[in-house]
């Protein structure tokens, strides 16, 4: 994939309720490794962040993880990735995640999640990026966000174009396929 070297990845310190998220967060960390891709992702050792990052470690992928030094203790920096760096605030952290990566991919998450995956489309919206920005949907956990998005501009808050800023993917497989067919130079 010679025109996408890393992509991050926002997914919940939790793993949430229904296997199927591990199941993808895994998934996503083995194909990114699979796909020579470098994962840039918030360092945790806990939750879905834990079971992505140990997958992609697994098959020998590139890991990065970028976490606030007052976070390191609560959310457990990852002892297996040797790449973690310590930025001083969460707003430092998610600028250091943008700039070291090349599409952004949202898992299911909670508010964290959110948080990361919002201020990246509005930074898109601003014009500060033309980045890649895929929802990664497992059982429906894309619906909120899209619905959110959907009735900004039902009501009048947003352009039609605020929808064309992320795309949703039906899971793992078809994400891990779109970030190829973008890395295809001309697309
Ligand atoms: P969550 O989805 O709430 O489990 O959080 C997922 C990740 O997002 C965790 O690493 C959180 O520390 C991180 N996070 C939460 N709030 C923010 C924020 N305001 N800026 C950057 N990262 C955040």
Redesign the pocket.
Known sequence: MPGLRAVAV?????EGNDPAFAVAAAALGRGLAEAGLRLVY???GI?L?RVLADAALAAGGQVTGV?PAF?RRR?VAHPEVADLITTDS??A??RLMFELSDAFVALP????????TV?ILTWRQLGRHAKPVLLCDVAGSAAPLVAVVEAAIAQGFAGPEARAMFEVTAGVGPTLTRLAMLAQPGL
């Open positions: 926002f997914c919940g310190s939790r918030g360092g945790g939750g962040m976490m976070l959310e969460m707003q952290r998610k998450g909670g508010l964290g999640t959110l948080d990361e201020e």
